[in-house]
């Protein structure tokens, strides 16, 4: 089992920045990647950012060259830079562990997510 905490959401200005983290506990050695997706009123959720254990990384198309995705392992927590922040990028982010045996995904671990409302 892994649990996941995300902190940091909030309201924020167009144009403005935040960071999100999230905490894993429990299997940490079951994680293969973390991730961040979001979720927007009447949309469906999509990919923000994903790192993987040997340092790979991906980004939705929206947010490539506003956000960073980041890990620190010795705390187990990973992070999301979100710089130039638009209204568009309002929604409910939610930090995700995946692991895999083989082509078998045997993990997939959400948090509880965390609001992001840009707004003036």
């Known amino acids: 089992q892994v649990q996941l905490v995300e902190s940091g959401g909030g309201l924020v200005q167009p144009g403005g920045s935040l960071r999100l983290s999230c905490a894993a506990s429990g299997m940490i050695s079951s994680i293969d990647a973390l991730g961040w997706y979001r979720q927007a009123p009447g949309k469906q959720r999509e990919l923000v950012a994903l790192?993987?254990?040997?340092?790979?990384?991906n980004y939705g198309d929206s947010v490539k060259g506003r956000f960073t995705i980041s890990g620190d392992n010795a705390k187990n927590t990973v992070y999301l830079q979100m710089n130039s922040l638009k209204r568009e990028d309002t929604a409910v982010y939610y930090c995700?562990?995946?692991?895999?045996?083989?082509?078998?995904?045997?993990?997939?671990?959400w948090g509880q997510g965390t609001l992001v409302t840009v707004s003036p």
């Open positions: 790192i993987t254990r040997g340092g790979n990384i």
């Open positions: 995700n562990a995946g692991g895999w045996s083989g082509s078998l995904r045997v993990l997939d671990a």
